[in-house]
């Protein structure tokens, strides 16, 4: 479409469509409101004839006017309440909106300056002119299609029912109303978009710098910073459904030795597949609330989740262990296999229990020790209501 393709105020193309999907949410809000302010000041209107001039019929036109407008502010709430998000509301729709919105006003304000009135100045119809689309945002060649229909739908009707003493000064005032509607709205609309292209960049920002904060660079699974104020929230909010909070932590067995052996570029590279493995973890049914993968530290990794089925646990631990068999890496310097292998420690806590972070963190590292002296490549599963086992 023609004015949506339109990129104004020098933006590029990709930021002009960026803000352009803030902007008819706002101008779909801005829709609601303008056209119950219509509706009230219609409404108004209409009372002086009925009860004043007795002139039924133009009081009719402002009881259209006035219904045509509430009828526009209930399909833009709705279409808003609908649209739960911003990507969701239709470019088209929001144009056609204006369009009819603007056509009511123009007409509204055409008619309460010439054909209602024909022997005196149209100063009304250039109030309508000049703030009809200041609230809202739109491109400018969009504007000014619209600007240009409504003046020359009023110099006609100006021209055909009024004196030429009197057209003449109205159609003057009408093209000084036109020209300030036209710079105020390209004013006032390039502070607008300016705003909402300064919002959208912080935001990109902020989220740029907290990925940043949160995310470990090497295997792209969340941080210690993270993991720290997850198991936090996890241990003091846990929903009436949730029975556990299962925390494994994992360790590369014999992972010095293959850094040593084969250099810190391929045991980098271990870490980074060993991150794509947990990172798959993520997307296991772990619970009602997913799993979340985090490396703490060196090659040591964690998964937390909340359970509800004490089953599921080993369903979890064992798919793990299958994805690091799968991975396939050879460690010829390990002592207990010729590929890479990892040592397990969960620990399961009932979430009725009140326990601390550290309380948590600790057992499940003692499970994981418990897993070291088993002979490590295995699993220790622990708990207050579980008997200890190993898989």
Known sequence: M??????????HRDDYNKCMKTVFADNLKALRQLNLVVAILAAGFSIF??????????????VIVAAISLLLGLISRFKLKAA???DNLNSRFIYAMTILYYANVMLFGIYLGAWAITDTLAVTFMGFLIVALLLLVNPPVFNLCLTTCALVAFSASSVLLKESDIWVFDIANALIAYCMSLVFGWVMNMYRLSAVLNASRLEEERSKYYSQSTIDELTQLKNRRYFMNRIERYVTN?????KWICLAIIDIDYFKRYNDYYGHPKGDEVLRAFGEALGSMQLHDGGAGGITAA??????FTLLWFEQDAERINSIISSLQEKVRQLNLIHEKSDISDRVTVSIGVYV???????????????ADKALYEAKNNGRNCAVINGDSLKQYSI
């Not at 004839?49 to 402002?62: C, D, G, M, V």
């Not at 846990?238 to 949730?242: A, E």
């Not at 490396?295 to 040591?300: D, L, P, T």
């Open 349 to 363: 806590a009932d979430c009725c229990d009140s326990n601390t972070v550290q309380v948590v963190y600790d057992n």
């Open 84 to 86: 739960k998000r911003t």
């Open 238 to 242: 846990y929903r009436d459904d949730d």
């Open 49 to 62: 004839p009925i009860f004043i001039e007795r002139n039924f019929s133009k009081a009719f036109i402002y």
């Open 2 to 11: 023609f004015f949506n393709s339109w990129r104004f105020y020098s933006l």
């Open 295 to 300: 490396r703490i530290g060196g090659e040591e």
